[in-house]
């Protein structure tokens, strides 16, 4: 179904998720410069975290980047998407924990930067979230954010209109190409299931 969606209807939709993308990189420069934090030379590295994305509208995002790659490293990504599945599936299948990098991370870098999820461009600096019905709750940053800069005083990096404006784009783009079926998929799930672009 994901993959039969035409172009001339997400392309209008991503043009306002790049609008989005670009507030939220704002507001994290903003408060990452406000903490003198630079997510570099990190052993910790949250690439190698099992993030899960929710939306179709990321997963059709990720698709145009990969897409955009030279073929050559087309295939070098999806060969290591391919691996990574069948790594997590073997572990999830004996319950054993199993941690790998992502990917699209290739020598340190993320070779679909420009593309990558949301949780990958607010992961590390800690945040306020509003949920429906619950209080505003308060996450911390990540482990090398809380090494560096624990002493100083927070900063308000509110989650909930970027959650927001992401939930409602969603929204709009699901109901134009009559999708109900919900998304769960790490960036590996997503890779393979690209076809030749
Ligand atoms: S998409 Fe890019 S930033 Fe996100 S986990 Fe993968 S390599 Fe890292």
């Known amino acids: 179904m994901i993959a039969e969606i035409g172009q001339n209807i997400y392309i209008p939709f991503l043009d306002r998720l790049k ?17 003198s934090f630079e997510c570099t030379e990190c052993e910790d590295n949250c690439c190698f975290t099992r993030f899960y994305h929710y939306t179709l509208i990321e997963y059709l995002y990720i698709k145009e980047g ?16 391919l691996a990574v599945c069948r790594k997590t599936d073997e572990a999830d299948e004996k319950g054993k924990p199993v941690q790998q990098m992502c990917p699209v991370n290739s020598g340190s870098l993320c070779v679909l930067y420009p ?14 979230l509003q949920r429906p019905g619950q209080g505003m709750l308060n996450s911390p940053g990540c482990g090398t954010f809380a090494l560096k800069c624990h ?11 970027f959650y927001m404006q992401m939930a409602a784009l969603e929204k709009e783009m699901k109901e134009a190409v009559g999708m109900t079926q919900k998304i769960k998929m790490t960036v590996a799930q997503m890779i393979v299931t690209f076809g030749d672009g």
Do not use: W
């Open 19 to 35: 609008i989005i993308y670009a507030d939220m990189d704002g507001k994290y420069q903003e408060a990452a410069d406000y903490y």
């Open 66 to 81: 990969f897409h955009c790659l030279e073929n050559k490293k087309q295939v070098e990504v999806k060969q290591r998407s």
């Open 115 to 128: 593309y990558r999820p949301m949780i990958c461009r607010l992961h590390g600096i800690p945040h306020e």
């Open 151 to 161: 002493e100083k005083k927070r900063f308000k990096f509110d989650r909930t209109p």
